[in-house]
Every structure is written in structure tokens, then in C-alpha cells.
């Protein structure tokens, strides 16, 4: 099949691995775009969001260059991975008869206007069974539960496991995760943070000289998870049944993954032996400083991880369950 693309470019973005899936997997892919300006500054992305938000009729026109490169490239279907796009510009896509997919990548916090709700969508997919089971309970709407998964080509095991006695984390530090690795840090747990530089109200909560001040990606993010102690995924509080994808990323690139407890965890992972839950700050405190103290232990739980995910939770293996849906 020839697949459309929609969303955020840029290296080891959500959108980027599913792309290398696809082609994996023998498909052709074009990237349509974003439907939208993107500027350097995040402030002018912001502002031009805002605005196309605001006025329905501007985020249509923004979003033609989008319909127009679907067309000329003559797609079999197309998969979005921005939840902006708007209902008028999904219809467009599918008026020639092309299927489209929306696959969200975000917390439940992050539906914003909840337009994909409204948009005529082949098939959505979410990555939270319980936000799934509520839509197509009251709503009736072609959801479907799919996780995000994890890129062996560039999540996978390099560098020796746990040759760095820290905790790794690496994301977005907003308020909620700033003020647990405080918590964290006062409590004695050594940790090293990747990420974009912090807006300053966020900066001045982290533990000092703890962030980094730049990301990682691909094959550089696998090996900070690789040999960390353990990698903290803590989760976002939006966040209710669902994981997210540095869960599958830590674990392919075989890191111990000391990752909040969420109802499909042990559905996806056996708990403790490749994946370490924890509940509480005290439970998840005590699991930190025994990976910290025990390198084998670090070793055989990425070890086991990467097994799994490789086996289990890869893109190529998601990606079907998919494109089933648009047949």
C-alpha cells in the first residue's frame, strides 16, 4: 500500500517510527505534512495553534497543503498522528474514497476540543482502553485500542547495563514530574534528566545539575536507558489505563523500567522480572535504590525486557492490527 502520513517530523518522533514501520513492513510512505507552520520558536507554534483554533475556517486552510499532497501523491490511505486536524479536513481526505486513521499518542489531557470526535474517521485509535471503552460505549465511534510500541533499529541494547549507578529520565519535566524528582533527590536517589530545557517556573523545582538542558533521541536515548541503573517512567497524571511510548522505547533498549502502575501494565509486561511497577513514592523510592545497588539485577530485567518488547511490542507488529482496520 501506498500510506499518507500525518504529523510531527523530526528524529525518533512518534510519527517517524511508524513511518520505518511501514517501510519494514513493505509499504510505501509519503509524509503529507502537518498542517500547520512550524516555526524555531515554540511561542510562534503556540500562537499559530491558538489562532487556527479560534478561527475553524483558518485551520481549514492551513490544513489544504495537507489534502493537496494526499491527492497528488494518490495515497491508499492515510494515518494522522495530530489530534488538530479538523473534521473538515478529514472529510476532504476521505472524499475520493481514501480511509484515514487517527492513532493518538497523548493523555486524555491533550483531546483539547475533542475534534477528532466529530471528524469522519475510517478508524481512531488510543493508546487508553478505558478512554476506548467510554467512547464506543455512549458514542458508538470506530475506536479501537492500540499501544505504542518501540523501533528495534534504534531501541535496542547498547552500552554496558547499569555502568551508571542513576536513574534516568528522560522527557518533558512538568510540574508534577519536577516535584517527584525533587522528592526523589531529597530522599537520596542519584538522577540524571534529558529533555528540552525546562520553562524556568519548573527548572527551579528540579534537583540541581540534575537536567541535562538537551534530548536524546534513536540510538543515543537506547543507550542512556541502556546503562542507567534503571529508567523512571513515571506517568502523566492524565494519564488513566494507558502507557506511553517510553515505556516500550526503555524496555526495547533494555533497560530496568521502574514504571507506574497502570491497569494494562502486566497485560503487556510480567511484572518484576522485566518490568519493575511501583504505586507509591516509598515503593517506588525502595526499587530505585535496589537497582542502584545490585547491577545484575539492572542487567537481567533489561535483559528480559528487550526480549519482550523486541518479541511483542514493536511497531511492525502494531501497525497490521491497523491497517486491518482500513481494508
Known amino acids: 500500500m501506498h500510506i499518507g502520513l500525518i504529523g510531527r517530523r523530526g528524529p525518533d518522533t512518534f510519527q517517524a517510527n511508524i513511518g520505518d514501520g511501514l517501510t519494514r513492513l513493505g509499504h510505501r510512505v509519503t509524509y503529507l505534512g502537518l498542517g500547520q507552520p512550524q516555526f524555531r520558536s515554540r511561542l510562534a507554534n503556540r500562537a499559530t495553534a491558538l489562532a487556527a483554533s479560534a478561527v475553524d475556517s483558518l485551520e481549514e486552510r492551513l490544513q489544504r497543503s495537507v489534502v493537496r499532497a494526499a491527492a497528488e501523491s494518490e495515497c491508499d490511505a492515510v494515518i494522522n498522528t495530530f ?159 494507558g502507557l506511553n511510548a517510553r515505556l516500550f522505547e526503555a524496555a526495547g533498549s533494555g533497560a530496568a523500567v521502574l514504571c507506574e502502575r497502570r491497569a494494562v501494565l502486566g497485560d503487556l509486561f510480567d511484572l518484576d522480572s522485566e518490568v519493575v511497577p511501583f504505586t507509591d513514592f516509598d515503593e517506588l523510592t525502595l526499587q530505585a535504590k535496589r537497582l542502584l545497588d545490585d547491577p545484575d539485577l539492572t542487567r537481567r530485567i533489561g535483559d528480559a525486557a528487550s526480549r519482550r518488547a523486541h518479541a511483542e511490542h514493536t511497531y511492525e507488529q502494531r501497525l497490521p492490527q491497523l491497517l486491518e482496520r482500513l481494508a
Not at 540524571?192 to 543515543?220: C, E, I, M, N, W
Open 83 to 241: 489530534g488538530g486536524l479538523a473534521p473538515g479536513t478529514v472529510a476532504a481526505l476521505r472524499r475520493n474514497g481514501t480511509p484515514v486513521a487517527l492513532w493518538f499518542p497523548d493523555a486524555v489531557s491533550n483531546l483539547g476540543r475533542q475534534a477528532m470526535l466529530m471528524a469522519p474517521y475510517s478508524a481512531i485509535f488510543f493508546k487508553d482502553p478505558l478512554l476506548v471503552a467510554r467512547l464506543r460505549d455512549t458514542l458508538d465511534l470506530p475506536v479501537w485500542y492500540l499501544p505504542q510500541g518501540c523501533n528495534p533499529r534504534s531501541h535496542r541494547p547498547i552500552g554496558e547495563p547499569g555502568s551508571r549507578r542513576v536513574i534516568a529520565v528522560v522527557g518533558n519535566c512538568y510540574p508534577s514530574r519536577a516535584v517527584l524528582l525533587r522528592r526523589l533527590h531529597d530522599a537520596g536517589v542519584p538522577l540524571v534528566v534529558y529533555g528540552a530545557p525546562p520553562p524556568k517556573r519548573v527548572r527551579d523545582l528540579l534537583p540541581p545539575r540534575s537536567h541535562t538542558g538537551h534530548p536524546v533521541f534513536a540510538q543515543d536515548k537506547a543507550k542512556v536507558f541502556r546503562e542507567a541503573a534503571a529508567v523512571l517512567n513515571n506517568l502523566h497524571p492524565a494519564e488513566m489505563h
